[in-house]
């Protein structure tokens, strides 16, 4: 029916508007809340013996100088056009700072991601039928929900990284002249860690949206006109939780990225989410402002595709024609 | 079987649900030994926290029964003495960001207008930023100093917390009860009070174990990150010690089994409760 | 002076990197006594003995692993820029310096084949080694002039460590000889040399493209995660035994000890004290230390309560336990301090008796002054060193028995040299690999420029300006050895220890040698290191 | 004979209450039973039991029920693929709620499909065509490949239906099929259920609070009153000589059959909405609506829902600020949103929620519910208005230490009269009255309603009384509004209305409220 595109287009639209409404206010609120830091740029970048000239000067090159809402533009701006400015500390650009760590992370949370979202989905499916698995998944799941990501990390360590036995590398000295792919042993804990890390709750959504839907009416009504379990699992509550469940990714992805800063310590591996800590420490308030936005977009961007499969695979909003 | 009789049933059964719950009592278990531990460790402890007993790294021994740290100080000492400031500050943290998201949570749901459809949508935009990176840029300001840390962990959860109170707010404003006491006109902050506060607490509650639970993960990630007050505490002694994991696991073991069992047991207790308040509003 | 604002922007733009680097450009700015008999010609090749002598010729290629604490974004490949672990890695093995300190700790020619003076100490003349640039061009005087003068006209780093240099009556002889004519006579001239930020580059240098002549080019470079090199067959000292060379960067040194023996690395340069044994107990893994003349330096600050007492400072000095700092901290890993600095400086005075720990003492003396115990003091620290923490932390114990109420406040690297920086009343500063002279010119004098303990003594001044001005050795060694006790008796640093430079080696890494009065390991020469098998 | 069940109890847990207790229930085939009954009479329990399902936490203490041979629970019940195999085939069942019931993503064609799939019969698309056209639907392909969403409510009932009697069952049981439909479907409904039984040979058992519905659709009634059976017989033989006194009960509460009490003063007007228009957003709810309220006179605004009812009477007492239009009391304006109405506006219109689960606040006393009312609109003392608090409740019906129960321990009727109380307790002289029946039990609506007419008559009160339902209108009102889609049908004496309909709408409202009367 055409009042259903209708409506599912107006819905998409305002959902892009959304998250591009969301994104400027957290660049604006980064962006904010990285000025306020105490503490002077051009005095940073010059040192403790700068003479006023020199600060001023600098702070002309900067465009401190400007209003705020100015430096803001002119801030966002350049992100729009790729230059995401240049570090405080190294006076290097920032793109070229963190290419190869933002291809070291990306690796691991892509491949954590590719295989949390199957292992968590079987999880949860096998967890929604009570029964035994359900019993055993369930407590794995509450313990490590419990845990701080860095003790995920270390137990592992402790367990597999030379505590008890010596089989895999505790620390991931990437070479950064090959990809992060090519040197598989140095990945295999730091991903273990993100997939256990990420893992529980998606199992933990997936089994309480599909045990929702299998107390729904319409499962009910299938199991009493005979059909049975496997099928009313798998062909009726699997395609109605899809979207809720796409959703659910989306904040998977969160987990991962939020995971990737306890994980890169444990394992001293070289991607944002170190790179992140000691921007901190050091006050380099330029990469802490891309790796914030770069989060919050990729996040927004991981949110929005969710939200849209969550709308096209709402089965309400299909239409006959 | 009458309405009447249900519910009367029902009503004091919060407490009957939780009794017969063995995963409550085994949080409880876990989150008192630990909590006893972190109170009266200090005066417990064999040796002072930070003196040298011996060598660095020394395996678990007489004098020091889990071995002794990178510094050579007693691990038993440090676990005990470890938790007392660690447990006031995830308590401070947890209630200061409660009580501010609940008040922001309740008057976003309360006064419906622009600058409330505004605020919200800055409060959500928030959660778009990993809590992590949020406290990093907070401490990165303020420093480390433990009420700066404490406040930082305080003020990352608070949209998160308005989040869930609005929510439950607006459930509230549109039922007919709150209509009912808007049409006698009752205030704003007489609603507030007597309609939404009493309603919501239950949501609150829940809530609240939420963010002890995340407030102490966070402040025991940050003192592992090296971000910590550099005071003596778990996340600090696994922060401290995790280089010589080959040498002397026991002083990163005993923080980690620590911590562990705290969390943990936060977390049964937690949805122990949950699960008592869900179950009785069921009815 | 405009090396402070210059000198000043890399100390902050450095504190990225974890361990702060203020002793290099004290070294580098290093202007003091002439060592007459270090101006001798021909590689000094004495030195400690290495752990393996064995040379081997690799059939393969042979890629030697080297870890570090830490690179980071800051890492220049400009030697003349460079301020952190990473730069002064890519200069030592990208380029030369005329000058080097080698393994007894004294300085010999390096890309120099001479440093001789003339008959006054401020002409000398440098000859050079029949080196070439990894473009196959040879290393001429002219690109020696073109460095120096590179350094003044675009107001680097080493400009301001070089006063005396005019950069004017810097002149080419001949292919091989370069003449400086100094401002004023500087006997120190070889030793100021020694940097890696003094890293002669080619006249046409394009830091985007480093061609230099050290033993290694530049093959990669992945800031703040590693550096790789190639060797360069045609280094005019001899290939280095290694072909290839990764230097890879870890956030501490917890990691980058269990990378050594997880076999992910050959070399672990900053091996933790506190993980020798993690290296000793692992096969196939051995632990290589000398002792250095760096060290971890408390600064008391004259200008703050109660440190404008000297009795407090005293009894301060008094209330640290040197051995058990050793002990505990270092895991016995370094030597004894006695408040002065540099004992591998010829005029370091041994005769002043060690101090030891007097808990008792130092209350008296606090008592005696009229204080009541205990005293309560800021000690503000960071973690410039990965040690650093851990020494603040055995101080505020130490004290504690001696009438000291220390309270230790740790903030982060960039908050420590912030805007705060000098006016903590107790800190811990990473100095070192200096002479006396150099130290005293830097850190002691009224005018020195990182005296952050305001210490003004002048008796000490006075024998600092005659001593630096007199030639002859004994009557030198005399007037220092009375600078040192007055540092000794009322001096507002404490020097509890030397930090030994510790190393994990896996057992197949050969060539490994000492370098008493460098900074890093091996001086950051890997240049020396093989690998057999 | 169809089905059997025999001496059937069935019980929470191993030792606790019955659901249902010892039940004996004999099925013929194209007969419809109608099993009647209240909230908590276990119809709905034994109306799964017959497809051998028990609800959570439920046991089968005692007894067996069977269909065409197959045993569903019992000793020796089927389970498993023979338990599939009976339901939907040998007997199928009809849910309460099609929105909820039809898979929502699987097009009509996909759910027939899914049924023979899963009892491995062969359906051809005819069959689907024949079964969609008797139960009164298109039969075209373009229809079967609709989803349920693209349905209306009566539409998605027939299609459950339809799926019912598709594999041509011995039994056919029907759970309050014709909850949430407007009363024209309904009726539809109904007979549909008894055409199907008739034609296909099925026993059809229709589960339903609705006894004038049962009394049109079923051969037999069954009468159940906590999980026993109290009454069977023919609707006739029901109505003619009911001997259970609970049966008596219901009759008695569907037969309401008074009149309004006299209006005190018909000529003044207390209320008047004049060129009411509101809405949600862009979506308009009323459209230009009129109405007047004299003094002592009872309006019934009367529509199904979504015809604007209930936006009519927020708007009224201030609770639906987002309308064009005046409200005038006494002539006076009315400010749009409450808190702008002074007090005494505010204490002459009081309301009366539809729901009484959720109009009082469950975290406080009744009589303090009720207490506020007085303590904010009278300015009474605490102690005062407590007092007042308790001698309404009394008023309304409920006893002096109802004040200190809390809501959740009242039932329904007991929570409508203490909403009732807090309106009292205002001092009110209108009182607007929002479906406060709808989600009562037949014999405590009974009651309400008896209470509504005895307050109004003893004080003298004008109201508003919104209800879907023209009988109950007939019951209160001395005057009806018939809304439809926000729009003001036609308007009148009661009397007038309900004997001379003008609109085809209203006419159809009237004769569904005449069922089987």
Known sequence: MSRTTQVSTRLIIRRVLTGVAMLVTVSVLVFVATQALPGDIARTILGQNATAEQLTQLRGELGLDLPVWQQYLHWATGLLTGDLGTSLASGSPVAELLRVRVLNSLTVVLIALVITLPLGLLLGLAAARRGPADVGISAAVQTILSLPEFVVGIVLVVLFGGGLFRWLPPTSPLDPRQLAWNQPRLLILPIATMVLIALPHLVEATKTLLREELASDYVRWARLSGLGDVRLLTGYALPNVLGPISQVAGVTVNYLLGGVVAVETVFAFPGIGSELVAAVAARDIVVVQVIAIGIAAVLLVTFLIADLIGLLTNPRLRRSR | ?283 | METASATGSNETGASRARPFRLLSRLTALAAAAALLTACSTGPAATGSSPVTAESSSPAGPTVLRVGVVSLSDADALDPAKATTTGGYIASRQLFDTLTEYGTDGSWKPQLAASVTPGTTADKWTVTLNAAKWSDGKPVTAADVVATVKRWFAKKLPPAGSLPFIDPNKVTATDDKTVQFTLKYPTVTFPEALTSPTMAIVPADFDPAKPIGSGPFVLASNDPGVQLSFTANADYFGGAPAASELEVKSFPDSASAASALTAGQIDVDASLDPSLVDTVKTAEGYQVFDYATSGSLTWVMNTKQKPFDDPAVRQALRLAVDRQQLIDQVYNGYGTLGNDVFNPFDPMYNSGLAQRTYDPEAAKKLLTDAGYTLPVKVELVGTNNQPTSERQNQALVQQAKAAGFDVEYKFVDSATFYGDAYGTYPLSLSYWGFLGIFDQAAFTVTKTAPYNSSHWVNPEFDKLYNEAITTVEDTKRKELVAGMQQIEYDSGAYIVPLFLSTVVGLSDKVTGAQAYPNSDGAFGYNFRILGLKG | MTAQVAELSIGVGSDGPLIVDGLELELAAGEVVGIAGETGSGKTTLGLALLGHLGPGLQLRRGRVSAAGVELLGPAAATGSQLRAARGRTIAYVPQDPAGALAPHLRLEAAFAELARAHRVELSPDRRAELLTRVGLPGDDAFARRYPHELSGGQQQRVAIALAFCLTPSVVVMDEPTTGLDVTTKLLIADLARELAASEGASVVFISHDLPLLFRVAQRLVVMHEGRVVETGTPTALLEHAEHPYTQRLLAAWRLGGSPAPASDGTRQVLSVRGLSAGYGDVQILHDLDLSLGVGECLAVVGESGSGKTTTARAISGLHAEHSGRILLYGEPLAAEVAKRDRAQRRAIQYVFQNPWGSLNPRRRVGASVAITAQYLRGLNRSDAEALAVQTLRDVGLRADHAQAMPQHLSGGQRQRAALARALAAGPEVLVCDEVTSSLDASVQADIVALLKQIQAERGLSMVFITHDLALAGELAHRVAVLKDGRLLETGPTRDVLAHPQHDYTAELVRAARLAG
């Open chain 2, 1 to 283: 079987m009458s309405l009447h009789a249900q519910h009367s049933k029902t009503s004091t059964s919060v407490w009957h649900f939780l009794r017969s719950d063995p995963r409550l009592w085994a949080g409880a278990v876990a989150v008192a030994a630990v909590v006893l531990l972190a109170i009266a460790g200090p005066w417990l402890a064999p040796h002072d926290p930070s003196a040298f007993v011996g060598r660095l790294y020394l395996r678990p021994n007489a004098t020091s029964w889990l071995g002794t740290d990178v510094l050579g100080r007693d691990v038993l000492s440090r676990l005990l003495a470890g938790g007392r400031l660690f447990l006031i500050q995830g308590l401070a943290a947890a209630t200061f960001g409660v009580l501010a998201g609940v008040l922001l949570g309740i008057l976003l749901g309360v006064t419906k207008g622009r600058t409330a459809a505004f605020l919200l949508f800055c409060s959500d935009s928030v959660m778009v930023i990993p809590q992590i990176l949020l406290v990093l840029l907070i401490l990165a300001a303020f420093g480390s100093a433990p009420l700066t840390l404490t406040i930082a962990v305080a003020l990352a959860q608070v949209a998160y917390t308005a989040r869930v109170i609005f929510a439950a707010t607006g459930r509230v404003t549109t039922e007919d009860y709150y209509r009912a006491a808007r049409a006698v006109g009752m205030g704003t902050g007489s609603l507030v009070l007597r309609e939404v506060l009493p309603n919501v607490a239950p949501a609150v509650l829940v809530e609240y174990g939420v963010r002890l639970s995340i407030s102490f993960v966070a402040l025991a990630s940050l003192s592992y990150l090296g971000f910590g007050s550099g005071d003596v505490d778990w996340g600090a002694m696994i922060h401290e010690n995790q280089g010589g994991i080959a040498l002397q696991p026991w002083a990163v073991v005993a923080p980690v089994l620590v911590l562990a069992a705290f969390l943990l047991g936060m977390n049964l207790l937690r949805d122990a409760v949950a699960r008592a308040l869900a179950a009785r509003s069921a009815r």
